[in-house]
């Protein structure tokens, strides 16, 4: 499945997390940081950029995680955030 696969994440961190429990974002952000990155620099190649949408990516996924279904893994889900965001870093003009 791959690194995004493996991510376990149960229900309970997430609402944790949604709530405000600074432990259980930290235990997101472990559990993301490592794999986001490291797509994200492999999709814009430029480091500077790749800590900017990184950071992007984990606002987003914060912000959504209210969201969020425990239908999929929680690894998809955050690869998906990650990509779209790449995305439109990409088709931007700037």
Do not use: N
């Amino acid at each position: 499945m791959g690194r995004f696969g493996d991510m376990e994440i149960d229900a309970g961190l997430a609402a944790r997390a949604v709530a405000g429990d600074k432990a259980a974002r930290r235990a997101l952000y472990d559990a993301v940081a490592g794999p986001v990155f490291a797509l994200v620099l492999r999709i814009v190649r430029e480091r500077a950029t790749a800590e900017d949408l990184f950071q992007d990516v984990l606002e987003q996924m914060y912000r959504q995680l209210p969201a969020w279904r425990d239908e999929a893994p929680f690894g998809f889900w955050v690869r998906q955030i990650a990509m779209r965001r790449c995305l439109m870093h990409l088709r931007s003009p700037w």
